[in-house]
C-alpha cells in the first residue's frame, strides 16, 4: 500500500518568517497532491493542491512544489501570521482514494 | 460551492447503543464519499469508500458489520455504528467527491465527535 512521510512533525517559526513542510511517497501511480489546513475540533480545509503534469503551484502566501522524479512534494508559506497557526496535512491519490501524511502542527510566535 | 455537512456534530451515547451520522453534500452531488477517523493528535485514517447504490470498500482492519454504511443518494451518505464501545471514541469526519474536472477534490464534512460512555 502507499506510504506517506511528513516532515517535520512540529514546525515553530516567528511571524514574517517561511514555513517548509515535506512529504515523500512511494506509490508511483499518485498523480495528485493536496494540502490541507486543520484547526483544532475542525474539518481539514483545501488550502491548495498539485496535480502530477505540474511541478509548481503558487496562490498568494502558499506555494507547493512537486518532484515525481524523487516522490516528494512541500508546502512552502511565506510571511507567515499567527492565523497561520494550525495542523497542516499532506496526501496522495493515484486510485481516488487519500493516503494522508501524519501532520504537522504550526505554530507562527508574534 | 461544494458544502458537505454533517449531523450531529457530537453525541454520547452508553456503551452498546448504535449511533447514526449523515453526511451531505448541500451543493452538489457526490460521486463518491469517504469516512475517516481521526484520534486526538493523529491524522485521518480512512474507514471506508462509498458509491450511490452499491456497496461500500471497506479499509483493512475496519468492521464491515460493525461500521455500517448506507449511501442513499448523490448527496446522503450514513455510517452507522454499532454496539458502540468506549473505544469507539474519535472524531468522525466524511467528506465527499464530485464528478468533473476537480473529482479528485475531496470536501470535507465539520466532523462528528463520538463519546461513548
Known amino acids: 500500500g502507499e506510504n506517506v512521510e511528513q516532515h517535520p512533525s512540529t514546525l515553530s517559526v516567528q511571524e514574517g518568517d517561511s514555513a517548509v513542510i515535506k512529504c515523500t511517497y512511494s506509490?508511483?501511480?499518485?498523480?495528485?497532491f493536496p494540502w490541507y489546513k486543520q484547526e483544532l475540533g475542525k474539518r481539514p480545509q483545501l488550502i491548495i493542491d498539485?496535480?502530477?503534469?505540474?511541478g509548481e503551484k503558487k496562490d498568494q502566501r502558499i506555494a507547493v512544489t512537486l518532484n515525481k522524479t524523487a516522490k516528494h512534494f512541500s508546502l512552502h508559506i511565506t510571511e507567515t501570521q499567527p492565523e497561520d497557526s494550525a495542523v497542516y496535512f499532506c496526501?496522495?491519490?493515484?486510485?481516488?482514494?487519500?493516503?494522508f501524511g501524519a501532520g504537522t502542527q504550526v505554530v507562527v510566535t508574534p | 460551492g461544494a458544502v458537505v455537512s454533517q449531523h450531529p456534530s457530537w453525541v454520547i451515547c452508553k456503551s452498546g447503543t448504535s449511533v447514526k451520522i449523515e453526511c451531505r453534500s448541500l451543493?452538489?452531488?457526490?460521486?463518491?464519499m469517504f469516512w475517516y477517523r481521526q484520534f486526538p493528535k493523529q491524522s485521518l485514517m480512512l474507514m471506508a469508500t462509498?458509491?450511490?447504490?452499491?456497496?461500500?470498500?471497506?479499509e483493512q482492519g475496519v468492521e464491515k458489520d460493525k461500521f455500517l454504511i448506507n449511501h442513499a443518494s448523490l448527496t446522503l451518505s450514513t455510517l452507522t455504528v454499532t454496539s458502540a464501545h468506549p473505544e469507539d471514541s474519535s472524531f468522525y469526519i466524511c467528506?465527499?467527491?464530485?464528478?468533473?474536472?476537480?473529482?479528485?477534490?475531496?470536501?470535507f464534512g465539520p466532523g462528528t465527535r463520538l463519546l461513548v460512555l
Open positions: 496526501a496522495t491519490s493515484g486510485w481516488g482514494k487519500f493516503q
Open positions: 498539485i496535480r502530477s503534469n505540474v
Open positions: 451543493d452538489f452531488q457526490a460521486t463518491t
Open positions: 506509490d508511483s501511480a499518485s498523480n495528485y
Open positions: 467528506s465527499a467527491s464530485r464528478a468533473g474536472r476537480d473529482q479528485e477534490t475531496q470536501y
Open positions: 462509498s458509491n450511490e447504490g452499491s456497496k461500500a470498500t471497506y
